[in-house]
C-alpha cells in the first residue's frame, strides 16, 4: 500500500506544480461536485458522460437515485438499489452478490469472474463486491447506466454500470447525527458527518455508519438470530482549492463488516419453495458461519484548468481481505422439524489490491465540436483459497488425479468423509485509451461518437489437494498428494465503439437514437473441483446494443417522462452453471444470448409539496445458441451436455416485468414543524432462481413489496423522528435457490437464499 500512496502523492503534485501558470477554470467540474440544480429542484445533475449535465440531456437509459432517498429507508448496500430501478436485479448468496441488467450479469459461482456490470465508486472501478463495503453510506447519488458502457467507463461494462457518487465536502460547516433502532433486527444503526472548511482552500468531510443488529431468521441450534451484522463504515474527504484554476480531492474509505450467521434455509425439491424463518445449523469444521471482510478504498481527483480545456487525474487504490464460512441448514422439510447431521461446509478466504490511474482531457462546452479523450491503467493481485468438506461416495472417482500419496492403500469404493482445498492466485493487467466526440450539427441536433481500446493481461494458477480423508468404515485418516494443477495465462485487445444520434424536438424534448458495442475480458474457472489446463480459460464476451429514446420536462417541469427501446446481444456470454451431483460449476461460454425490451419512467410534481414517480420495463431475454449448456430441470433424463443445446430457452435471474411507484407529501403542521411521508412500492413478476431452471423448486413467484416511513420534523430539518417500516407485506422472497443432493447429504432438500422480510425501525437525528 506504501507504493500505491506515494502514486496517489505524485498525482497531487504533478497537476499542482501547472496550477499557478494555467488561466481560469473551463467549464467541467468533477464528478460527484453536484447532485440537483438550484434553479429548478426537479433537475438532476448527473456526470455519465464526464461532464455535469441535467438527466434529461444524457442520451442513455439510466436511472438516478439520491443519496437523500436512499438514506431514508437506510440502505446498507447495492441491493436496495434495485427498488428504484426497473431492469435491474441484484442475486443475493452467501458468496457474491452479483447485479444483473436487462437480464444479464456474472453468475456468482466462479469468483474470479469480472461483473459485466461494473461498480464504480467515485470514478474508481470496482469489479468485486467486496470492494464496496464501505460506499454506500453518506451518498450524493447513485447514478444506473443500462447498456454497453464501454466507450467511456471502459473496463468489463458489457451490460451496464452503476456509478456511486459520495457525498462531498460543503461550503459551510455543517453535520449530523442520526441513530436508528430495528424492532425486528432487535439491534442499532448509527450514522453521521461533519463537513466544512478548515482553511480558505481546504475543506473537508468525515462520514461514518455503525450497525449492530440480528438477522430475521431464528437459528434452533445455536438458539440466535441469523444473520448478524457488525460493521464500522468511516469516509474521510479533503478538498483542496488553492486557486480557481485547480482543486484536487482525496477520499479514503474503511469497512469492516462482520456477519455471523448466514440466509439459506431448506425447502422440499417436491414443491413450490416454501422458505421457511428458522433454521438449524450448528458451528462447521472450518468455524463459524458468515463473513468477515475488511476493505480499504483510497482515491484521489484533481482537476486543472489549461486555458477552455480540464485536465483530470482520477487515481485508485483498493484492497480488502474477506473470509466466508458457508454452512447449510440441515433442518429436513415436512418433517416437523428435524435434522440432519451438519456435514457439507465450504470457505473462500479472498484477499485482493487495485491500483488504477485514469488521465482525460475535456473541450469546452458550446463549441461546434467538443470531446473528452483519455487514457487509463490498472494492476490487480487477487488470491482465492477454498475449503470444502462432504460425505460423498466414489468422491475419487469424480476428481481427475486423485489417487492416495500412499500407493500401498488402495481406493475405498465406499463413502469419504473429506476435506478438499484449492488455491487460485491471478494477476492482471489493462490499459486503454479512450475519446468521446460531439458534433453539433445545430442547436439542435448533435452527432456523438466514441471509442475505446482496451488491452487486458492476466496469469492465473489453479491448485486443488486434499489434505485429509477417511473411510466411512472405520473413520481411519489418510493423507493424499496434490490431484489438480491448471495454469493459464490471457493476452487480448477489445475495441468499443458507439455511434449516438440526438435532436431536441422541443426545447424540453429530446430523441435519440444510439449504436453501442461492449467487452468483457476473458479469464479463469477459480473454484471448480477437477479444473485442468484444458478447462480452466474462458473466452472475453462482447455485447451489441441497438437503442432509441424520448426524453421529455413538460409542464414547465411538473412532468418529466422517459421512455427507451432496446435490443441488446450478447456474443460468447461467460456463464457458471451449478452442478448438484458433484456439487461443482460447469464455467464456460454460452455461445449467444438476446435481450429486448421497453424502459419508461414517469415523475409528476402536481402541487407544491406532493410528488409521485414511476418506473418500469419490460425485458423479453432468451439464449440465441448455447451448445454444450448444463441440463436444466425441466428437460429429459436423457440429456448431457455434450448434445444439449438451450436456443430458445429464457436466461435465469431475469423477470419479463418489473417496475416501482414512489409518493412522497409534505404537510406544515405550522411555522415551526412539518409531516413527510414516502412510500414506495417495488416488485417484479416470477423469475427462475435456480441455475438449472427448475419449475418446481426454482421459482421465485411474482411480487410487490410495500416499503413506508413517516417522518416528523421542524421546518428547517435540524431534527426529525422517524417510523421506518421496509417490506411490510413481509413478502418472503428468494434471492437464489439450488437442490443439495444426496449423498452430499442425507436428506436430499432445496437450499434457498432468503431475502429480509418485514421489519420495523423508529429513527431519530439532528442536523447542525
Known sequence: MKAHNQFLLSGVAAIAMLANAAPAMAQAAPAGAADIDDSNSNEIIVTAQKREQNLQNVPISMEVVSGAKLAEFNTSDIKAVMNYTPNVFVQSTAGNDVIYIRGFGSPPANFAFDQSVSLYVDGIYAGRNRQAQAPFFDLARVEVLRGPQGALFGKNTAAGAVSVVSAGPTKDFEGSITGLYNFDHKGTDFSGYLSGPITDTLGARLAYKIVNQDGYIYNRATDHDDPEIKSQLL??????????????????????????????????????????????????????????????????????????????????????????????????????????????????????????????????????????????????????????????????????????????????????????????????ESWSVFGQGTFNVSDAFRVIGSLRYTHTKKDGSFRTTLPYASDGLNGQPFALRPITNADGSISEGNVDPSVTLQYDIAPRIMLYATWGRGSKSGGFVSNTLGTVDSTFTFEPEQSENFEAGIKSTLFDGKVVANLSAYHTKFKDLQVSVYQPATSSYLTGNAAAATSKGLEGSLSVYPIPNFDI????????IKYDDYPGAACLASQPSTCTPATNNLAGYPVAYSSKFSGSVTAHARFDLSSDMKFDITGVVSGRSKYFNSDNQSPIFGIQGGYAKVDLRVQLADQDDSWHVALVGKNLTNQKTIGSAFNLPAPITPVPRAILYLEPTRNISVEAGIKF
Open 235 to 428: 469516509r474521510l474527504t479533503l478538498k483542496w482549492e488553492p486557486s480557481a484554476n485547480f482543486d484536487y480531492t482525496a477520499k479514503v474509505e474503511y469497512g469492516n463488516r462482520e456477519i455471523n450467521g448466514g440466509i439459506t434455509v431448506s425447502s422440499p425439491l417436491t414443491s413450490g419453495q416454501d422458505p421457511q424463518t428458522t433454521r438449524y445449523i450448528e458451528r462447521t469444521a472450518l468455524g463459524d458461519e458468515g463473513n468477515d471482510n475488511k476493505s480499504v478504498m483510497l482515491s484521489g481527483v484533481g482537476n486543472l484548468a489549461l486555458g477552455d480545456f480540464t485536465l483530470t487525474s482520477v487515481t485508485g487504490y483498493s484492497w480488502f481481505k474477506s473470509k466466508i464460512i458457508n454452512g447449510f441448514d440441515q433442518t429436513i422439510p415436512n418433517s416437523g422439524g428435524a435434522f440432519t447431521a451438519n456435514s457439507v461446509y465450504n470457505a473462500f478466504p479472498e484477499r485482493f489490491d487495485q491500483f488504477s490511474q485514469e488521465i482525460r482531457i475535456l473541450s469546452p462546452t458550446g463549441k461546434t465540436f467538443e470531446f473528452i479523450a483519455g487514457a487509463y491503467y490498472d494492476k490487480s493481485n487477487y488470491t482465492l483459497e477454498q475449503y470444502q468438506g462432504f460425505n460423498i461416495p466414489d468422491l475419487f472417482l469424480t476428481i481427475p488425479g486423485a489417487t492416495p500419496a500412499d500407493p500401498r492403500i488402495p481406493i475405498y469404493d465406499g463413502p469419504y468423509l473429506a476435506r478438499i482445498d484449492s488455491i487460485f492466485r491471478q494477476k492482471a
Open 613 to 620: 414517480s414511476a418506473s418500469a420495463a419490460y425485458s423479453d
